[in-house]
T-cell receptor, first 112, second 110 residues
Framework: DTAVSQTPKYLVTQMGNDKSIKCEQN?????MYWYKQDSKKFLKIMFS???????INETVPNRFSPKSPDKAHLNLHINSLELGDSAVYFC???????????FGQGTRLTVV | EDKVVQSPLSLVVHEGDTVTLNCSYE??????LLWYKQEKKAPTFLFML????IEKKSGRLSSILDKKELFSILNITATQTGDSAVYLC??????????FGDGTTLTVKP
């Protein structure tokens, strides 16, 4: 069983489109995250959700909106995609204060 | 602003060598320091350190934290080609925020 799963793994889309990436974890963790890894491999946190409440919102454009229907899911919706949004997006989960975050396999987003 | 600095940025060694990777940090309300290994895909969790001076060990990998001097090291002994990866250090705060360093790219040659 996959602990943290993201779909899709690859996403190619045109500028201006709206897209969503889904994430699900079956670890029973209380906190989920979205990270962006750019072409230089720098990993930056975008959002984290704890018990369905946003606890960190890094300075990302408001075109990015996380949506958490329940504790096991944290989806990422992106409006009006731009070229600079091209990156690998990782979902992760952890039990806040205990152990490290477990990462999904990533979604490679390419905006053309 | 929270800051995590890893060094060196890249390292090339031969199989059997021992390597030490460094991570220094400046964060508000430190909670934990975490090490990850990233090969082609997602980072995989290695260690979480919360207390100074207590070594965590897993096989040939070990890590220790110094909360006074604000740094951690990750040691890999008897390196193998399978250890080639990017090693990431992340620092977590009491507010639940994680800041990652830029990583150390380790290449182990046969």
């Amino acid at each position: 069983d996959t602990a943290v799963s993201q779909t899709p793994k690859y996403l190619v889309t045109q500028m201006g489109n709206d897209k969503s990436i889904k994430c699900e974890q079956n670890l029973g963790h209380d906190t989920m995250y979205w990270y962006k890894q750019d072409s230089k491999k720098f990993l930056k946190i975008m959002f984290s959700y704890n018990n369905k409440e946003l606890i960190i919102n890094e300075t990302v454009p408001n075109r990015f909106s996380p949506k958490s229907p329940d504790k096991a899911h944290l989806n990422l919706h992106i409006n009006s995609l731009e070229l600079g949004d091209s990156a690998v997006y990782f979902c992760a989960s952890s039990q806040l204060g205990e152990g490290g975050a477990f990462f999904g396999q990533g979604t490679r987003l390419t905006v053309v | 602003e929270d800051k995590v600095v890893q060094s060196p940025l890249s390292l090339v060694v031969h199989e059997g060598d021992t390597v030490t990777l460094n991570c220094s940090y400046e964060v508000t309300n430190f909670r934990s320091l975490l090490w990850y290994k990233q090969e082609k895909k997602a980072p995989t969790f290695l260690f979480m350190l919360t207390s100074s001076g207590i070594e965590k060990k897993s096989g040939r990998l070990s890590s220790i934290l110094d909360k006074k001097e604000l740094f951690s090291i990750l040691n890999i002994t008897a390196t193998q080609t399978g250890d080639s990866a990017v090693y990431l250090c992340a620092v977590g705060t009491n507010a639940g925020k994680s800041t990652f360093g830029d990583g150390t790219t380790l290449t182990v040659k046969p």
